[in-house]
């Protein structure tokens, strides 16, 4: 058996012993888990290709337009003055990520993380089907640049790069909207020659991530590898060696047919290493848990089938806590999950209130900054406002007019007419607000205002009128 000091690790996987980059050939992963990663993850392909693409009442489903500051968040239109609404989304998904994590460990980037989809379930994929598996890949990778090697290599390298620019389409789709980018790409390109540039841009930043950079991704630039290192705990779900039964009292041993590995003292572990040649990240499980696992369950199938073949129990590696293994126990809601789950449940409840408190119509009244009142006559006192009004909609809002609600008075447009709002639109404009000094109990009263449309009151604001100080009571 391997001593603690034999095991003890002071580098990352990916690096040899003279620090170079340690180029990984994962195998080919087969088994149960590996099939329902596959339906898992050609079902969030699909989504991720085709959210930009779908609309719900008018708005695209997801988007995130940083520059015009208009985002979409299934279906719902966020504007910059629903910010705040925008942050509390956030943090809710940092706080279900982070009760995940607790309770599964890194589950999110073997099975739902974008980086790990496309890498293992389409580029990885591509490159089996062209330059074989571990074995193959290795040996193409050490033979000389001949006819076979270059046919392959740009053929592989030629269908990265299209693939890359497909997703970096469907990703610019996420920031300008999927109706601008189709009206691009029927355009001539050199007429959007900045967003021809963002999109190679794009393009060679995919490329190089999957063609190249790979795990490391996963490894060295994700914040998320690190934080499940703070996160984890010996409660926490995680895909696990059972060393307990893999080491028993003698350690490994290599399989020898018809031999009483129990008389022997040896685990059930027969060192094939074939966890290690099947792991995307280049780790060995049996080592424990470490930052490039990003559970995504290649080596419970890989171990699964060779535990059948030489007719051991499953499981040796398996989907467990440190506490199973060591102890038997089973997992438990323990006061810390619990409490992740309160603020999640408070957080989710908080921003369905506000959702439901959210008017698809904003205005805001503001007075002319450095303007006065005004004396109209011996009774009326006028201050002059600038107003905005905000259709978050996609319906145009027509006939807009306003209605001082408290106290009596009049508004007066300096546009003398009623004005429409067009869809996912705004307004702005001058007004008058005249009052009877009857009506004024100090020199600055709060008055409250309705907007109407067609006679219909679809929003209220406020704002603050000036009048002299003599006529305070």
Known sequence: METSEENFRDSIGTVNEEGKRAWVFPKKPNGKFYTYRKYVSYFLLAFLILAPFIKINGNQFLLFNVLERRFNIFGFPFWPQDFYLFVICMII?????????????????????????????????????????????????????????????TLKWFIFFCISFIIANVFLAYLIGSDQLLRYITENPFDHISTLISLLIFTAVFYFVFAWFREQVCIIACPYGRLQGVLLDTKSIIVAYDHKRGEAENGRKKFKKGEDRDALGVGDCIDCKQCVNVCPTGIDIRNGTQLECVNCTACIDECNTIMEKVNLPKGLIRYASEENIEKKASF??????????????????????????????????????????????????????????????????????????????????????????????????????EIDKAFLQKDKTTLKIGVFSNNTLIETTSTTFLGPRSYRK
């Not at 571990?134 to 090697?149: D, F, H, I, P, Y």
């Not at 303007?371 to 009326?380: N, P, R």
């Not at 709002?421 to 007004?431: D, M, S």
Request: include cysteine.
């Open 93 to 153: 998904g940092v706080v279900f990520i982070t009760l995940f994590t607790v309770a599964f460990g890194r589950i999110f980037c073997g099975w739902i993380c974008p980086q790990t989809i496309f890498m293992e379930m389409v580029f990885r994929r591509i490159e089996y089907w062209i330059d074989g598996d571990r074995g193959a890949q290795m040996r193409l990778e050490n033979q000389e640049w001949n006819a076979e090697k270059i046919r392959k290599r």
């Open 332 to 433: 438990k809601l323990t006061p810390r999950l619990k409490g992740y789950a309160a603020v999640l449940l408070i957080l989710i409840g908080l921003l369905i209130g506000m959702l439901f408190l959210r008017n698809d119509v904003e205005a805001s009244i503001l007075r002319l900054p450095g303007q006065l009142y005004e004396h109209k006559g011996e009774h009326i006192i006028s201050n002059v406002y600038t107003f905005k009004i905000i259709n978050k909609t996609v319906k145009e809002i027509d006939n807009i007019h306003f209605e001082l609600l408290s106290p009596k008075g009049e508004v007066k447009l300096v546009s003398k007419e009623n004005f429409d709002i067009p869809k996912e639109g705004l307004h702005e404009g001058t007004l008058f607000i």
